[in-house]
């Protein structure tokens, strides 16, 4: 979904996850279509405990999730790059009567002005290493909030039928953790998963992240 980054080090700019691929990527992908992408296969487990209140869904692509988080009483911004994505969202968002705040903008630049008390990042890069994209958004994440991440981690097996990401947009967990780590965080889950996409004969395996920022 959106503005996708890698996990290099030491801030190496990623190439092919630029503005201008994406936007073709987006392109590419939809055509003349609307957009047939579902809302995230762990979003409701992770979130439905959660009180509604303001949400940045960064990389948010088509908003699959943005809308649905709308739908379920969040004050949603979705976050893109890629104009074509934006426009798609906005398409979403209005068939379902959702109220959605679409930004374009780049999220090695942008910055929000509050942060949010929710702040999910499904499957975006962007061109950083993807750590140093995690460690950015969860800046942006309000005393006593979430950060929700969904990364690739890479692993498959030896069927012909798992999606083997780009190396760079592969993440482990131990990484993704310990950069949220107690006092200033408390991690509330860590673990992978594999979800298959409607449409798609091939798994992607994900590694998932939810993480609740300190109070003071």
């Known amino acids: 979904m959106a503005s996708r980054a890698g996990a290099g080090q030491g801030g190496a700019v990623i190439d092919g996850f630029e503005k201008d691929a994406w936007e073709r990527h987006w392109r590419e992908t939809l055509g003349e279509h609307a957009p047939a992408d579902s809302p995230g296969p762990y979003l409701t487990a992770e979130t439905s405990e959660l009180r509604p209140g303001t949400a940045l869904d960064a990389g948010c692509g088509t908003g699959a999730d943005a809308v649905l988080l709308a739908e379920r009483g969040w004050t949603v911004t979705g976050v893109d790059v890629a104009p074509t994505a934006l426009a798609a ?128």
Do not use: C, K, M, N
């Open 89 to 216: 969202a906005a398409e979403r968002a209005g068939r379902a009567g959702a109220s959605v705040r679409w930004v374009e903008a780049d999220l090695t630049t942008w910055a929000p002005e509050a942060p949010f008390d929710l702040v999910l990042t499904a499957y975006a890069h962007a061109s950083i290493p993807q750590l140093d994209l995690y460690r950015r958004l969860g800046e942006w994440v309000a005393p006593g909030g979430t950060l929700l991440i969904v990364g690739h981690s890479g692993h498959g097996d030896a069927t012909g039928h798992d999606e083997q990401p780009p190396e760079a947009s592969r993440v482990t967990l131990p990484d993704i953790t310990a950069l949220f780590a107690a006092p200033a965080w408390r991690i509330r889950t860590a673990r992978e998963g594999a979800a298959t996409v409607p449409g798609h004969p091939v798994r992607h395996h994900d590694v998932v992240v939810r993480a609740e920022r300190a109070t003071s």
